[in-house]
């Protein structure tokens, strides 16, 4: 692992130990830009499934004006080091960022993956948006056309 990942991994564990005290947030992520800019955030925990701490950097990331994102790790709270991305994160950084890189694997091991190896075979959401054919606009909306049913003189 290249000595810019560690730091990365280094800037994410200050946050959880600085921020990470209480069961409300537990995990910090730390994301990179291509110019070496860092960016953090905390998981937000909520029983109806608060943001991720990879959410919250990413958004902290795009708060800041940043574009894309080469690098990101979450690590958690009370020394449990790195923590790989849940499915939801891995998706959204797929979607959004698809040539990020995230580090992952155990304290003597890390490693910095494509996105898309820890997600394969996935979705992909550009992919199965439907291209709907333009209605020409006329400012009527069309009536339905209810069976059995006569139009009245209005229509």
Not at 50 to 59: F, R, S
Not at 110 to 134: F, G, I, M, N
Request: charged share 20%; with cysteine.
């Amino acid at each position: 692992m290249r000595d810019i990942d560690r730091a990365l991994v280094q800037a994410a564990t200050a946050v959880a130990k600085l921020r990470c005290r209480s069961d409300n947030h537990t995990l910090a992520a730390a994301v990179r830009t291509p110019d070496g800019r860092v960016f953090s955030g905390v998981n937000v925990y909520h029983f109806t499934g608060g943001p991720c701490a990879e959410v919250v950097a990413i958004g902290a990331a795009a708060t800041a004006g940043a574009g894309e994102l080469e690098a990101i790790v979450a690590v958690g709270d009370r020394g449990r080091g790195v923590i790989p991305p849940c499915g939801r994160c891995r998706q959204v950084l797929l979607d959004y960022f698809p040539s990020i890189k995230v580090i992952v694997g155990p304290p003597d091991g890390l490693r910095a993956v494509p996105v898309a190896d820890l997600l394969p075979e996935t979705y992909v959401w550009s992919d199965h948006q439907v291209e709907v054919p333009a209605v020409p606009r006329t400012g009527v909306w069309p009536m339905p056309v209810v069976p059995g049913s006569r139009q009245s003189a209005e229509d």
